[in-house]
């Protein structure tokens, strides 16, 4: 006889958006059940004017992205996909890719113990599987930002080796943790840590070495691929606009402001 599992409960958002009734971010969480993506549903908020700090989240995405065009997939009821709506400054604007995993270590550290690293320029990633996954999209009109959407999908409770499509090395934070963690005390750390950092950018020194230091990407040999391009050599640093250092056998040095990291031997 096949044993039925148990449906996990469906997140509970109202609590989080109380408790962060003044902080800059979750004062204002739209759930919802179903959504293409939860990136489209915030660029919609934005259109139509709504507060900074709005936090969309949603159980499953039928068209969740990530980066390079692919498909995030999430499990119903067991991970987190959320979006979050930012209206920066043009500078600020090019901090949100330091600030977003910095908050997100801090949150997996303070909820789970756990101590996360991060894999150039924002996957966040536990015993070299990635973890989380961080999307930001951002809107320009003239030399303006109009807004910028922060993606994070994270997962927490699925356990990835369940899952055939699972492409890449993934774990979750269960799967790492022994035991399930709870999705809304994990949200509102995020959301609490990601408030903090977002409205103490004079604080932008300590966030800056707390990614710097994070990278486990430093010093190693890798491959970086965008689009057309590939280039190889040793990471050896990132600069103050977060673009990534690397050198190449030839002895030059290149800096590099995306593209997708991976590691050789
Ligand atoms: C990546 O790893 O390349 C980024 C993945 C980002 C996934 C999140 S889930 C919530 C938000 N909605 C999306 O469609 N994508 C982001």
Redesign the pocket.
């Known amino acids: 006889m096949s044993a039925r599992r148990k449906t996990p409960p469906a997140l509970k958002v109202e609590a989080i958006a109380a408790s962060l009734h003044s902080s800059a971010i979750g004062h204002r969480i739209l759930y919802l059940p179903v959504v293409t993506?939860?990136?489209?549903i915030a660029r919609q908020e934005a259109e139509r004017g709504a507060p900074e700090g709005t936090v969309v989240v949603?159980e499953e995405?039928t068209?969740?992205?990530?980066?390079?065009g692919?498909q995030?997939l999430?499990t119903p009821n067991q991970n987190l996909?959320?979006?979050v709506l930012l209206y920066p400054s043009r500078r600020t604007s090019t901090r949100l890719s330091t600030v977003t995993p910095v908050a997100v270590l801090r949150a997996i550290t303070k909820v789970t113990g756990l101590s996360a690293t991060l894999k150039w320029p924002n996957?966040v990633r536990l015993g070299e599987k990635?973890v989380?996954?961080?999307?930001i999209e951002a809107a320009f009109q003239d030399s303006q930002v109009r807004h910028a959407i922060l993606?994070?999908?994270i997962n927490v409770n699925f356990n990835p080796a369940e899952d055939p499509q699972a492409g890449f090395a993934a774990t979750s934070l269960a799967a790492e943790l022994g035991k399930p963690v709870s999705r809304e005390e994990l949200l509102q750390a995020i959301l609490t840590e990601l408030g903090l950092a977002y409205t103490h950018l004079r604080e932008w020194d300590r966030v800056w070495d707390e990614w710097r230091s994070s990278l486990e990407t430093l010093g190693r040999q890798v491959q970086v691929r965008w689009g057309e391009h590939l280039e190889e050599g040793v990471a050896e640093d990132v600069d103050s606009e977060g673009n990534l250092l690397l050198r190449r056998a030839d002895g030059t040095l290149v800096a590099l402001a995306a593209g997708e990291v991976t590691f050789q031997l």
């Open positions: 993506s939860t990136m489209d949603a995405q068209a969740g992205r990530a980066r390079f692919r995030w999430s996909a959320f979006s996957d990635k989380c996954g961080i999307l993606g994070i999908g």
